[in-house]
């Protein structure tokens, strides 16, 4: 592997998915493999599991980390090309994602979206412009448009449920929906198309898509989805419910704010087959989901969140083999 | 031990002072103890003392650290049960702290008091939550109402004062007086409360405390100690004098503006038995203490900075023997 | 070497310059050497290339390192003697820096000046007081004044081109020429000094300083250099070009607004000897150097970052032989 940006990166789903079960099952198994090597983990934003997870992975490898919080360590980024710098940003990417390079063997980097325009956001500039200049390989620990590693310990999930319950999905695919959800703020598309992307690619699942009408993603990471407004046809039969909020595409950011009834309930689950529950968090209780829904034998959050360390230390490994 | 919130978690004082010393006098004798183990430090509010001498009494067990500053680095979490999240907490405690109990193996948390609301900060909800959710051991990294390493780094350097004067204490209890000081600004009662908890489990001194009228701390922490709000009286005769402020506990979060001669002096000393002065750090000088008892031969206010080293050392040890 | 604050600490640069060297070819061919000690890094100011360049640099030679950035993680401290400790101050480096002290084997140390008085920042009272107090070695990450791991990262890179082209010097010594540079805000002059300093010390070149007719820097610093005020006739034959702004040493902190002609172009370059190009970073493209000239292949900038790593591995490993 050569970066980790989107599913592309991921040449076969399914190995990548044993690999991280392989060191769920045995933590340390490689722990000599990222001896000498060093992970540079920058965050241009906050960041929970995925900082303590990816940490906990290079770790668990055998790697030194060094996390830069750009913001509050550092200094602003210029990433424009040809820029007069004589504005609020110090330092461009271009002077510093070499020198980032030269420190580190991996570099991997958070930056989201900000929501205001389109084509700058999906342009996903940043990324791409340490990616150009760093001249190490690049982990994505959520981008503007993509959550890669999310999307993959969702998928580690979900295929370790239905290792344990392989009889039910002898003769089908499961159903799998991605159920959008209410908020109060502006929240990024990046994890619902990450996550459509993903079961897309996988190829293993009936996937539909359910939001209210004007929500709809970009059809570069759903095609291949089935799309359905109606959000309660949308839950019938299905054995996983994935529930996440996204502010529009269409009308860039826009909070969708009179769709509490979109809040998923016991009520609702009803008609699908005792459907499990995933939802990447931060979670705002009592307003994507209930209370009910989230504490119930039923959720898986609590293992997608444990599943992100095992997510990124096969990621991190690929890399390891791909460049030594 | 399961935890380490207040001095009933330790269940022999005098043992784990020992084990503390054992640390001081070769801190790498248990260098393999905590390998392949990890401790997670999470932040809710800033720290120095506490945040480097846990982190180094973890690494010299052999432990990989990792620090999360929940404000900077992460979002806001929300405490209470069945809230309606639509408000500015990111993400339930009962949803990240599970998720951290996944990724380390002891988590060690500060959390201060709000000194608005008595009832809400001695009900020490946060800690208790993470308690409840995270599966792991927990270790206060000092909370509304309690400083438990600060305590046990105070504890071993008592007795280490006293086993280098073991003559003078043949006959009788060192004397410890707990003396309130002056302070500009609205300061928790937690060392005051933790330092009372465990010279009284501790039962080896005559233990007094002063302050002015109205600055009483809780009786659950003071409880056999003799109240005394005449500072020189209460002085009379001491071998270590421990000096802080707290705001408080009656009208609370109060800070007392007319007091500034309750500082501690040379002059005041001369009743005691050239008694050792004692305090937590970080302290206002010449406000709380003047510089010259500060910088005087009688301070142990160093020594008590670098046994905090020890004190976590021995807690962490303790813990990580109580699970293996 | 027993602290590291200015080139007075180097007893012999070219030696150091010769330690960084081999570990630059041989990255962990001292990997055991610091192992059991470990560095603090204390940050009163941002730090990206400082920051990150020293931890790797300490854990190649098997150094734990502690990171601590005390504006948010900790809080303000108090550097004046006899202070009454009313105001916004929480702790008096008297009493922080020793515990740093026993915490760490080497405190590393990163102050900015404030640009406000002169005499102040000169004085250079934050590190004093620090090596004052802290009671082991103390390292510069750049103070008021200087900023010698980047003068020796300078020299490094300087000494691998001049080896590179040694049939080119073999009768003269190379010409390097500081020149002043426009910035739209108030600049430490700390690099400046401490180039002009270490190239002095160093005493195998012409040196040159350029700049603008009442930018000139302490004398204490330049005494040996050719000042000429012609930027143009200072390029004359240059085989090195250090391109730098910083902000009035007279009119002290004194923005020159005026100067933008002094930006380094392609065409200033035309008088040199194909001279390359050099800058600390973070620079402002197209204010202080126009993009041809940062992206052309004279361009140094980015070994002069990479070798960050190289310097500081050579003087931490200095201080553990100086102090074992």
């Known amino acids: 592997m050569k970066q980790f940006i989107s599913v592309n990166d991921a040449s076969n789903i399914d190995q990548l998915v044993q690999l991280a079960l392989r060191y769920k099952a045995d933590p340390l198994c490689d722990r000599n493999k990222g001896q000498g090597k060093r992970l540079g983990c920058l ?55 070499p020198i980032l390079g030269q420190y580190v063997d991996i570099l991997a980097l958070r930056s989201f979206p900000e929501l205001k325009d389109r084509e700058t956001d999906y342009a996903e500039h940043i990324i791409h412009q340490f990616i150009r200049y760093a001249g190490v390989p690049v982990i994505s620990l959520e981008t503007a448009t993509l959550h890669p590693l999310q999307s993959l310990a969702d998928l580690i999930t979900i295929s370790e449920t239905l290792q344990a319950n392989a009889k039910h999905y002898q003769n089908r695919k499961p159903k799998i929906v991605l159920s959008w959800a209410p908020h109060i703020r502006s929240i990024p598309q990046c994890v619902a198309n990450s996550f459509s992307q993903w079961i897309n690619a996988w190829q293993q699942a009936e996937f539909v898509i359910t939001h209210p009408a004007g929500w709809e993603l970009h059809e570069a990471y759903t095609a291949g989805a089935t799309i ?57 209780r009592n307003v994507e989901l209930s209370d009910e829904v989230l504490d119930s034998p039923a959720s898986l959050v609590q293992q997608q969140g444990g599943n992100r360390v095992w997510a990124a230390q096969a990621v991190l490994q690929s890399i390891l083999n791909g460049t030594a």
């Open 43 to 97: 965050f241009l934003n906050p960041s929970l599991r995925t900082r303590l997870s990816t940490q906990v992975a290079a770790q668990q490898l055998g790697m030194e980390v060094i996390v830069l919080n750009a913001a509050a360590d550092g200094w602003k980024l210029e990433f424009g090309e040809g820029v007069i710098m004589n504005g609020d940003t110090v330092e461009h990417v271009k002077d510093a994602a």
């Open 228 to 284: 359905e407004t109606d959000q309660q046809k949308a839950l019938e039969g299905a054995d996983f419910v994935y529930v996440k909020n996204w502010s529009s595409y269409r009308s860039y950011g826009e909070i969708h704010k009179e769709a509490s009834d979109w809040m998923l309930t016991t009520r609702k689950l009803a008609v699908t087959r005792q459907a499990k529950i995933m939802h990447c968090l931060p979670v705002r």
